[in-house]
């Protein structure tokens, strides 16, 4: 009997000989029609969009659009985008050559957009996230008043029904429904079932206090960490999983090592990423571009830290990796599986989550390379 897990990969992977065969991205160029953003507001569109800026959710917009969609995209936020996220920008350029050539609107990291230059370019509709909707409010109505639709997404808060609404709305965007509901039905399953298995998972693995901690900033400074709403702590909450940081008043912070120390977590997980700042020789790598033997020794590096040979985690040799660049986006399920499977030994054995990612790129964006490592395992 072929596993639950396994059998989504090789039918990714068969489905992946399909992939040309789907009906090429067209956008109608008539009919207008409603829909309502991530916090709540009514917007109605004329006609199906042809000229994207995208200042937030550029992966997200790409493997719901597909390889043609990169040709309707007239803004991005692009200040910082190498520096912050350098595989991602590597592997995507090297694939969509043109995506250096399309004007910067904003900061790739920060909620700063030049609303100038957005109506410079004339797009159809502005996609943003719902920080930078907060942040340029008043700018924002600007756009709207030159009938520019202003749509606002979110795949921060690691809310299951956060990430159906906005991958919903990118299918209608881009004319690609049928590609919308494919993502949203595996996410929605992988979700559920992990939801429905830890009903019965052993009380204690609940109680084993766990840390997550971003970093980027190397050994010798501890990273951010994150509260039950947001990222890393919104799928550890997911999990029912025992976050030290989950009342943090702060959505992400950096926590101070006594207080990490005395939590003494049983379970710490460092999320990689490749940052191009002063810390980027010994900071955490994960994700698109790293190998296994990098990952693994940077890992090995954070566990050699100061009284950590202390801490339950180490002892154990329950101290792991993940890809901090590939949050924020619907193949991040297969993090919460991860997690779940180091979290909820015994129970997650049927799934595979680097296959997972794998299937899912294969699937929807093959012409990007994504080859590397994002879950990782002493």
């Known amino acids: 009997m072929i596993n639950s897990g396994r059998r989504f990969y090789l039918k990714a992977a068969a489905a992946t000989a399909l992939y040309l065969n789907w009906p090429s991205f067209a956008l109608a160029?008539?009919?207008?029609?409603?829909?309502?953003d991530l916090v709540g507001r009514s917007i109605v569109l004329t006609q199906k969009p042809q000229r994207f800026v995208v200042a937030n959710y550029i992966a997200n917009f790409l493997f719901v659009g597909g390889a043609e969609s990169v040709n309707h995209i007239v803004g991005i936020t692009a200040d910082g985008w190498q520096s912050t996220r350098y595989a991602e920008y590597v592997r995507l350029t090297q694939a969509f050559p043109q995506l250096k050539n399309i004007p910067s609107i904003g900061g790739y990291h920060d909620d700063i957009l030049n609303t100038e230059k957005i109506l410079a370019l004339k797009p159809d509709v502005v996609i943003l996230g719902q920080t930078q909707y907060v942040q340029n409010a008043r700018r924002l109505s600007l756009l709207e008043k030159a009938g520019i639709a202003v749509v606002v997404l979110d795949y921060h808060a690691m809310k299951l029904e956060n990430h159906v609404k906005s991958t919903q709305l990118l299918g209608k965007l881009l004319d690609r429904?049928?590609?919308?509901?494919?993502?949203?039905?595996?996410?929605?399953e992988i979700i559920q079932t992990i939801?429905?298995?830890?009903?019965?998972?052993?009380a204690v693995a609940k109680q084993v206090p766990v840390y997550v901690e971003c970093g980027n900033l190397g050994i010798g400074a501890y990273g951010n960490s994150y509260n039950k709403s947001v990222l890393w702590?919104?799928?550890?909450?997911?999990?029912?999983?025992?976050?030290i940081a989950a009342d943090m008043q702060a959505p992400y912070a950096s926590l101070s090592r006594e207080f990490v120390l005395a939590k003494n977590p049983g379970i710490i997980f460092i999320a990689g990423s490749i940052w191009q700042n002063a810390a980027e020789n010994d900071?955490?790598?994960?994700?698109?571009?790293?190998?296994?033997?990098?990952?693994?020794?940077?890992?090995?590096?954070?566990?050699?830290r100061p009284l950590w040979d202390r801490l339950q985690a180490v002892k154990n040799n329950r101290v792991y990796g993940v890809d901090?660049?590939?949050?924020?986006?619907m193949l991040d399920y297969s993090f919460s599986l991860f997690m779940a499977k180091v979290i909820y030994p015994g129970l997650f054995d049927d799934f595979d989550p680097e296959a997972e990612i794998q299937a899912f790129y294969k699937r929807y964006l093959p012409e990007v390379d994504s080859s590397g490592t994002f879950t990782l395992k002493p």
């Open 233 to 243: 702590g919104g799928i550890l909450d997911r999990l029912q999983a025992n976050n």
């Open 29 to 36: 160029q008539t009919g207008s029609f409603g829909l309502t």
């Open 195 to 202: 939801q429905t298995r830890i009903v019965r998972a052993d």
């Open 283 to 304: 900071q955490m790598r994960m994700g698109l571009m790293v190998s296994k033997s990098e990952a693994l020794q940077r890992l090995s590096e954070f566990i050699k």
């Open 177 to 188: 429904e049928s590609v919308a509901k494919e993502q949203i039905s595996r996410y929605s």
């Open 324 to 329: 901090h660049g590939s949050l924020r986006s």
